[in-house]
């Protein structure tokens, strides 16, 4: 079924027998890293373009390492360094990087449905790397690669996410991913930070940290941005700290085996405190490291029918 | 000039009419109403146009479109929409002030009139309702009223200062002008792009709720109670929009309510898959919206479909969601669009269609009503029911291309129209033809 796809654009519409098949190429991926040459021609002669329209840092450098250890030719292009400030429309650059060969388009855009309105109009197979607040499956892939590295099975897990769940896409691709695979998803923030109906998605929704953290198995937290304080949708960050923050005493509510996980980049000591990002439970650099691998098993995924799984060898 | 129209099923629900007629059109107007008879007659008539019982309604009228002129000519102009209007089966448009500049001052509702004549169909300019549309000082009303204008709207840009509207409503009363009003709460509206609902949760898109349209519905009608103005909701999109308009008429307060066919045929589902041509404001609604304004409907309780049709450029409506602009081209598809999805399954009668797209809007607006009776003008639109045809944008005669109806197969069009007893579009051959 993967390999049917032209694009990959988020996880709604994917299957649980198909994020496990991902998981399981990102697994084998995963083994590459612990060689001395961390590298395989899997993809030589394939070009990857990644096309930025938003600041990343670490999606952006994870992606172009991701295509570079399966040897393939990678271009970035991101929003000053493209004709977008000359006033050309996202199709046309990406339309400029495909007639230049590209195999496969990377994007990342501030607006929702941008990586479906390229994926509709190119021929190139496109890899959604963010699109405003709808999705960002890669990542959404990799946090549930790190909970299934280190909790096995996900059917049953209990996966809470807290934070600004309404303007996350991150969180909407946990979502949809989770719930392929049987999770139990519960989300927790202040009700401005809640998106309207999100429980017919088949999540709970929380409104109190202490509750949600019950026999969890998983907490990811979200970055809280300054910006959602100055819009009016809460009213301090301390005071969302103190309410929603992830704080060695919280911490204690949790289950022996449960993780604590973050996308990033953090607010230290706002969403989560310094001793709970850097103790025991937290999985938050293996989540960056599993992102590698989760990318390179996407790449390798959309490249291509003719692509052989023996190159991995 | 005498054209027969043979062979007609007759919808009007102003006058007592045969089952199958045959419609004499002499000198501009309709001479005579007969029955249907078997033998051929009227050899002296330019034409006689055998109907095969296709329906024959008094000239569609639509009190809500944008036509763009003057300023927005790469959008839409005055020829352009009136030729939409005309293979709409639409004989008279008012065409909203938010042009450029704004039809704020008699001079430009002058050149609208004067562009307006050398169309095929009649065009009523509407005014704004204060300079600029800007929401703080009035607008010349008398003056406007002068220059012919019929109604006043700052369509697009609401009027946000509740003063300036309730001093609106006062100064028009004058006049005898109705207040057409774009009811949205532009700050609650947090330049939302779609209806606020499961799927702008699921779709990341920026919602705008309900409440922001309806917010201002309820404050438009303490201000008409207040003032005693007449006040028409512009595009009513909510359940609760239309129960606040419906207890407000119940108290006796003047307020009439018009609703889209966009709004009455889709819902915010259909934004899924992030089709531009589905971004309007206001945005489709829910599936419960959608039904109660379909009730309504039968229940007489909304009193207009009106189109809102929007053109833009098609470099506006391309790209992203979030960079296109609002709006549907939707003179072309209203009529169809409402007999597939309204007439066909019973939610909506072809008297009350009339009621709904002639009879109504005349009387908001002071225009003459053209009856099916000897001696009125012969403004008429014949729909035939059982042509089947796809909705292909790229053959509008609007220049605004986008539809969420593009590619659909419709049963029934729009087969002719008549405009003071001359045929303006003709869609009987091969190609559909607009007839100066």
């Given at each position: ?28 991926m995963k083994d590459i890293f612990t060689r ?242 850097d103790g025991e439970r937290a999985v938050i ?29 | ?409 419709l049963t029934g069009k729009v087969l002719l ?20």
């Amino acid at each position: 079924m993967l390999k049917q796809r032209k694009d990959f654009l988020g996880l709604y519409d994917v299957p649980g027998e198909d994020i496990m098949e991902i998981l399981q190429t990102a697994r084998s991926m995963k083994d590459i890293f612990t060689r001395s040459i961390k590298k395989v021609p899997t993809l030589r002669g394939k070009t990857v373009v990644n096309l930025f329209f938003e600041p990343s840092t670490r999606t952006k450098s994870s992606f172009d390492l991701a295509a570079k250890r399966l040897s393939a030719d990678v271009m970035s292009i991101s929003k000053s360094s493209s004709s977008v400030v000359k006033g050309e429309t996202l199709l046309d650059t990406a339309r400029t990087m495909e007639v230049m060969g590209a195999d496969i388009v990377v994007v990342r855009h501030s607006h929702p449905g941008a990586a479906r309105y390229l994926a509709s109009n190119l021929k190139a197979a496109v890899l959604n790397a963010g699109d405003g607040a709808h999705a960002h499956p890669t990542q959404g892939l990799l946090d549930i690669y790190t909970i299934w590295e280190k909790l096995g099975e996900l059917q049953g897990k209990k996966i809470l996410i807290v934070g600004d769940i309404a303007h996350s896409r991150v969180a909407r691709s946990n979502i949809w991913g989770l719930l392929n695979l049987g999770a139990e998803v519960r989300v927790c923030g202040p009700s401005t930070l809640l998106p309207r109906q999100i429980e017919k998605t088949g999540v709970k929704t929380y409104t109190r940290i202490d509750e949600a953290l019950e026999d969890v198995d998983a907490v990811n937290i979200l970055r809280i941005q300054l910006e959602r304080q100055e819009s009016g949708l809460f009213p301090s960050l301390r005071e969302y700290r103190f309410l929603f923050g992830i704080n060695e005493v919280r911490q204690l509510r949790l289950k022996d085996e449960a993780l604590v996980m973050h996308p990033g980049p953090m607010n230290r000591g706002v969403e989560i405190e310094s001793s709970v990002a850097d103790g025991e439970r937290a999985v938050i650099t293996e989540q960056v490291t599993n992102g590698v691998a989760i990318r390179m098993a996407l790449l390798y995924l959309l490249a291509g029918k003719e692509v052989q799984h023996e190159n991995l060898a | 000039m005498r054209i027969l129209l043979k062979n007609c099923q007759p919808v009007d629900p102003g006058n007592e009419l045969p089952e199958r007629a045959d419609l004499l059109l002499e000198e501009g107007s309709i001479s005579q109403v007969n029955k249907t008879k078997d033998q051929p007659d009227n050899t002296d008539c330019i034409e006689v146009i055998d109907l095969k019982g296709a329906f024959l309604l008094p000239g569609l009228i639509d009190m809500h479109a944008h036509f763009r002129e003057p300023g927005y000519e790469e959008k839409e102009t005055i020829r352009t929409g009136s030729e939409a209007a005309a293979a709409g089966g639409f004989t008279t448009v008012a065409v909203m002030p938010n042009t450029r500049p704004v039809a704020d001052n008699p001079a430009t509702i002058e050149l609208i009139k004067a562009r307006a004549a050398e169309v095929p169909i009649d065009i009523t300019p509407l005014g704004s309702i204060t300079k600029g549309s800007a929401g703080s000082e009035l607008a010349e009303i008398g003056f406007l009223s002068q220059a012919g204008v019929r109604g006043l709207t700052d369509d697009g840009q609401p009027v946000m200062n509740s003063e300036v509207m309730r001093r609106a409503m006062e100064y028009a009363s004058d006049f005898g002008l109705p207040i057409i009003s774009h009811c949205e709460d532009l700050k609650l509206a947090a330049e939302g792009v779609m209806h606020e609902g499961y799927y702008s949760s699921i779709l990341g898109l920026k919602p705008i709720p309900a409440a922001a349209e309806e917010i201002m519905i309820a404050r438009d009608i303490a201000l008409a109670e207040l003032t005693g103005a007449r006040l028409h909701i512009a595009h009513l999109s909510t359940s609760r929009g239309l129960e606040m308009v419906l207890q407000a008429r119940a108290k006796g307060i003047k307020v009439t309510a018009e609703v889209t066919p966009h709004h009455l045929t889709l819902t915010d589902k259909a934004v899924l898959g992030y089709d531009t041509a589905t971004k309007v404001n206001p945005p489709l609604r829910s599936q419960q919206d959608l039904e109660a304004l379909q009730q309504a409907l039968n229940k007489d309780e909304i009193d207009v479909i009106a189109t809102d049709h929007a053109p833009h450029t098609v470099e506006e409506k391309m790209g992203t969601f979030d960079s296109a602009a609002f709006g549907i081209s939707g003179l072309e598809t209203a009529l169809a669009v409402l007999h597939q999805k309204l007439i066909l399954t019973d939610k909506l009668n072809w008297e009350k269609l009339v009621q709904l797209m002639h009879y109504n809007p005349a009387e908001i607006l002071g225009l003459e009503t053209r009856g099916l009776e000897a001696g009125a003008r012969a403004d008429l639109t014949v729909f035939a029911p059982d042509k089947n045809w796809q909705v292909d944008t790229g053959k509008f005669k609007s220049l605004g291309r986008h539809s969420p109806y593009n590619g659909w197969d419709l049963t029934g069009k729009v087969l002719l129209t008549i405009k003071d007893g001359r045929i303006i579009y003709d869609d009987r051959g091969d190609q559909a033809e607009i007839l100066y």
